[in-house]
């Protein structure tokens, strides 16, 4: 496998990791906790993107 290969690989996993988070987080019950994890949840996930983005450029 080559390492273009390989990082589009890491690109798609993680985009797909991405859409599985936002349907979860779509199917939880909207209180003032959930809500509040839901929105630390998306800060992490983006920070992953960012990791990944920075990652696939080098």
């Known amino acids: 496998m080559s390492q ?6 890491l690109e798609e996993r993680t985009a797909s990791f991405a859409r599985e988070v936002a ?7 909207r209180t ?7 929105n630390k949840l998306y800060d ?11 990652r696939t450029k080098v």
């Open 4 to 9: 273009n290969a390989k990082q589009y690989d």
């Open 23 to 29: 349907n979860f987080s779509k199917q939880l019950h």
């Open 32 to 38: 003032i906790s959930n809500i509040e994890y839901i």
């Open 44 to 54: 992490r996930l983006r920070q992953l993107g960012l990791i990944t983005l920075k």
